[in-house]
């Protein structure tokens, strides 16, 4: 193994620890771990500092997607300006969640509710999200485009992905799926 840290939301933290077996929509069923079981090292609580060399990273708990789904806020700095740069895990609901909970995870409706509200209030000057996907990453850089951080700075994108979410959540609630 590397000996690396491994830092986790602290709502995430058991199923890192015991290979999936406790994930509230994949883990219980009779199969034992899905994953090599990962001692965590520290658990991670909104707003916690997680630095990496010069580059501190604010952890934002925004469950739903998971227990501990978080994204990320930095600065990063170019030779012009500092952005302050989100990593945003979208919080995207899987077909299998019920609301306003199931037995494994009471809290999802709550929890998604939540995240959204959360999401809508951050500020910041770039974006990308956990997959690329979600944020066009294909469309806003070509592999031949030079350096263009303002590619990563459509706020009208990142609002409108939360408000897509958001309105699947609505639908579902008023559905009671």
């Given at each position: 193994?590397?000996?690396?840290?491994?830092?986790?939301?602290?709502?995430?933290?058991?199923?890192?620890?015991?290979?999936?077996?406790?994930?509230?929509?994949?883990?219980?069923?009779?199969?034992?771990?899905?994953?090599?079981?990962?001692?965590?090292?520290?658990?991670?609580?909104?707003?916690?500092?997680?630095?990496?060399?010069?580059?501190?990273?604010?952890?934002?708990?925004?469950?739903?997607?998971?227990?501990?789904?978080?994204?990320?806020?930095?600065?990063?700095?170019?030779?012009?300006?500092?952005?302050?740069?989100?990593?945003?895990?979208?919080?995207?609901?899987?077909?299998?969640?019920?609301?306003?909970g199931?037995?494994?995870?009471?809290?999802?409706?709550?929890?998604?509710?939540?995240?959204?509200?959360?999401?809508?209030?951050?500020?910041?000057?770039?974006?990308?999200?956990?997959?690329?996907?979600?944020?066009?990453?294909?469309?806003?850089?070509?592999?031949?485009?030079?350096?263009?951080?303002?590619?990563?700075?459509?706020?009208?994108?990142?609002?409108?992905?939360i408000?897509?979410?958001?309105?699947?959540?609505?639908e579902?609630?008023?559905?009671?799926?």
């Amino acid at each position: 193994m590397t000996g690396a840290k491994v830092m986790i939301d602290y709502k995430d933290a058991q199923v890192v620890a015991d290979g999936g077996n406790s994930d509230y929509l994949y883990g219980g069923k009779g199969v034992g771990s899905l994953f090599t079981p990962v001692k965590v090292s520290r658990e991670l609580h909104n707003h916690d500092i997680v630095a990496l060399g010069s580059t501190k990273l604010e952890m934002l708990h925004h469950p739903g997607h998971t227990k501990g789904a978080c994204s990320y806020l930095l600065t990063v700095k170019d030779g012009q300006r500092s952005y302050k740069v989100l990593i945003a895990n979208i919080p995207y609901m899987l077909d299998e969640v019920t609301l306003p909970g199931m037995p494994t995870y009471p809290d999802a409706g709550k929890d998604f509710s939540y995240t959204y509200h959360a999401m809508k209030q951050l500020k910041f000057d770039l974006w990308v999200a956990a997959h690329a996907s979600q944020f066009g990453l294909h469309n806003v850089r070509k592999e031949q485009d030079g350096y263009q951080p303002e590619a990563f700075g459509n706020k009208k994108l990142y609002f409108q992905t939360i408000d897509e979410m958001q309105e699947i959540y609505n639908e579902r609630v008023k559905d009671k799926k």
